[in-house]
């Protein structure tokens, strides 16, 4: 991992300007969670790459990354280790947040599947993350095939399996397809875990969290209507009204087909009507 101070991750200013290539994913990451959470980047820098140096010397029998490597590598991880998906707090924000996942061993598709990137990368492997329909997978490039892992379970799906993973996630007419395969930028992972992030805080009810979030994927994507839209929402419930009827404004002058707009437009007469009930007040 490369290693970053405290001072560097507050340097990594991420906006549209950003250079998401001369960083590695997981720097990015602990960068945008050291901005939400304040956490110190050093001592999670300390223990992912001690993390490191036990998976290496329990691989220094390996010399190419092979299947056989592979298997062995998730067998370290997943049943030495135990790392797993925690399926009964799916949605909890200590499932999100890299930190959390690293300490605890538990996490969700993103999260684990930014760890195992590192993981992976570091012992030697092309791999790269998916964003897919169903959930995060992470493509590896071998010698002579291609495999993908889910990292939720640790398994090595077939064909077969993900086209179910994408019907059941898009419905059964829904087909696998060799575009739902290809390997994703950093950015557009980034952006994933962030709304992720973001959609567990919004569950846990720690909306100024949800709220800084937005901000993040703003800086990437200044324009982006659905985002300024979602970000209205949470002013609204936080009682910033005008900062939340600017914002739907905005999205109805965008996008004023959309079904959504008739919904933005009541909302923000309501709005106009609870503010004039203070000012009364």
């Given at each position: 991992?490369?290693?970053?101070?405290?001072?560097?991750?507050?340097?990594?200013?991420?906006?549209?300007?950003?250079?998401?290539?001369?960083?590695?994913?997981?720097?990015?990451?602990?960068?945008?969670e050291?901005?939400?959470?304040?956490?110190?980047?050093?001592e999670?820098?300390?223990?992912?790459?001690?993390?490191?140096?036990?998976?290496?010397?329990?691989?220094?029998?390996?010399?190419?990354?092979?299947?056989?490597?592979?298997?062995?590598?998730?067998?370290?991880?997943?049943?030495?280790?135990?790392?797993?998906?925690?399926?009964?707090?799916?949605?909890?924000?200590?499932?999100?947040?890299?930190?959390?996942?690293?300490?605890?061993?538990?996490?969700?598709?993103?999260?684990?599947?930014?760890?195992?990137l590192?993981?992976?990368?570091?012992?030697?492997?092309?791999?790269?993350?998916?964003?897919?329909?169903?959930?995060?997978?992470?493509?590896?490039?071998?010698?002579?095939?291609v495999?993908?892992?889910?990292?939720?379970?640790?398994?090595?799906?077939?064909?077969?399996?993900l086209?179910?993973?994408?019907?059941?996630?898009?419905?059964?007419?829904?087909?696998?397809?060799?575009?739902?395969?290809?390997?994703d930028?950093?950015?557009?992972?980034?952006?994933r875990?962030?709304?992720?992030?973001?959609?567990?805080?919004?569950?846990?009810?720690?909306?100024?969290?949800?709220?800084?979030?937005?901000?993040?994927?703003?800086?990437?994507?200044?324009?982006?209507?659905?985002?300024?839209?979602?970000?209205?929402?949470?002013f609204?419930?936080?009682?910033?009204?005008?900062?939340?009827?600017?914002?739907?404004?905005?999205?109805?002058?965008?996008?004023?087909?959309?079904?959504?707009?008739?919904?933005?437009?009541?909302?923000?007469?309501?709005?106009?009507?609870d503010?004039?009930?203070?000012?009364?007040?």
């Amino acid at each position: 991992m490369t290693k970053i101070s405290n001072n560097e991750a507050d340097t990594l200013q991420i906006d549209a300007q950003f250079n998401f290539d001369e960083n590695s994913l997981i720097q990015i990451a602990v960068a945008v969670e050291s901005e939400l959470t304040g956490i110190n980047v050093k001592e999670f820098e300390d223990d992912l790459n001690l993390q490191h140096i036990v998976i290496k010397s329990k691989l220094a029998g390996f010399a190419e990354a092979d299947r056989a490597k592979l298997h062995k590598l998730l067998d370290i991880l997943y049943q030495q280790q135990d790392f797993k998906g925690d399926w009964k707090a799916f949605f909890k924000v200590k499932n999100a947040l890299l930190s959390k996942v690293l300490a605890r061993r538990k996490g969700i598709p993103i999260s684990l599947g930014v760890l195992a990137l590192d993981f992976l990368n570091e012992c030697g492997f092309d791999a790269h993350g998916i964003c897919f329909p169903s959930g995060f997978i992470i493509r590896i490039n071998l010698q002579n095939e291609v495999v993908y892992l889910d990292p939720f379970t640790g398994e090595l799906p077939s064909w077969e399996l993900l086209e179910l993973k994408v019907r059941g996630q898009l419905g059964n007419h829904a087909r696998l397809t060799l575009d739902m395969l290809n390997p994703d930028d950093n950015k557009t992972i980034i952006m994933r875990l962030v709304n992720v992030i973001k959609a567990a805080y919004i569950q846990a009810d720690e909306l100024e969290l949800a709220l800084l979030c937005c901000d993040i994927l703003l800086r990437i994507e200044p324009e982006d209507a659905y985002e300024v839209r979602d970000r209205g929402f949470l002013f609204q419930q936080l009682e910033c009204f005008n900062l939340a009827r600017t914002d739907f404004e905005f999205f109805i002058e965008q996008y004023p087909k959309d079904p959504i707009v008739n919904l933005l437009k009541q909302q923000i007469e309501q709005m106009n009507l609870d503010t004039n009930i203070q000012v009364i007040h």
